[in-house]
């Protein structure tokens, strides 16, 4: 049985679903933010595992030019720090879609794939704040 169409206006969602979505309104809003103030802000505690999604996001993003990262002290004496990850290209409204399998990253704001640079290709492009 198919579902009825209603009459009338169909209003925009109010709501962000998914991590990503999320995580994306949030690094849209705040532009820089380390990975730990993202779980901190988005995550309700019944992901399996935040950290790890949000990180592979986070990297995918950094390799296809969207982000940079800045490695910061944490102030933590056993830690080695924490990575900054601030936004240097806003896409528009709706979150990146990272296809892993493909290596590129899609725009669902205008349709467009984005390649994901290699590891040797990213060398270099993390910056270090210690002090």
């Known amino acids: 049985m198919a579902a009825k169409k209603r009459k009338g206006y169909a209003a ?3 709501v962000t679903v998914g ?24 995550c ?8 790890v999604n949000l990180r592979r996001w986070l990297n995918a993003l950094l390799a296809v030019g969207l982000l940079t990262r ?3 002290d944490d102030g933590k004496p056993a830690s080695n720090g924490s990575y900054r990850y601030t936004l240097v290209k806003d896409i528009g409204p709706k979150a990146p879609v990272v296809r892993m399998k493909d290596r590129v990253v899609f725009n669902p704001n205008n349709g467009e794939t984005l390649a994901m640079k290699t590891e040797d290709e990213l060398i270099g492009t993390t910056e270090t704040n210690r002090g």
């Not at 991590?19 to 988005?42: C, D, F, G, H, Y």
């Not at 309700?44 to 935040?50: N, Q, Y």
């Open 12 to 14: 925009p969602r109010t």
């Open 19 to 42: 991590l990503r979505a999320q995580a994306w309104w949030v690094l849209r809003k705040n532009k820089s933010i380390t990975l730990a103030e993202l779980r901190l802000t988005i």
């Open 44 to 51: 309700k505690g019944t992901e399996l595992t935040p950290e």
């Open 70 to 72: 800045k490695l910061e």
